[in-house]
């Protein structure tokens, strides 16, 4: 079993930048596929980027450039680094785990973009 605990979300001006941290509660290390989704109102959960434990990384195309996915096992922590931020880019963003064939879930964090 993983749980999963996002923070550093909040209210940033457009043009900003935020970095949200997911932390796990085992050892990263085993865990293969991690990632983060972001589910704005009214609409579907949307993938958001993704990280193997061998660190290859894959991107929705509009985030790319401008999000930057990683994670450091020694602390079991993925980061989501978002720069340039656009007022589309407000939702709750989750992480989750792919681990033994099982996914876990974090209960999210809200990014509110807005001047």
């Known amino acids: 079993h993983v749980q999963l605990v996002e923070s550093g979300g909040g209210l940033v001006q457009p043009g900003g930048s935020l970095r949200l941290s997911c932390a796990a509660s085992r050892s990263t290390f085993s865990i293969n596929g991690m990632g983060w989704y972001r589910q704005a109102p009214g609409k579907e959960r949307e993938l958001v980027t993704a990280?193997?434990?061998?660190?290859?990384?894959n991107y929705a195309d509009s985030k790319k450039g401008r999000f930057t996915i990683s994670r450091d096992n020694t602390k079991n922590t993925m980061y989501l680094q978002m720069n340039s931020l656009k007022p589309e880019d407000a939702a709750v963003y989750y992480c989750y785990a792919n681990h033994l064939g099982m996914e876990y879930w974090g209960n999210g964090t809200l990014v509110t973009v807005s001047s």
């Open positions: 990280i193997t434990s061998g660190l290859s990384t």
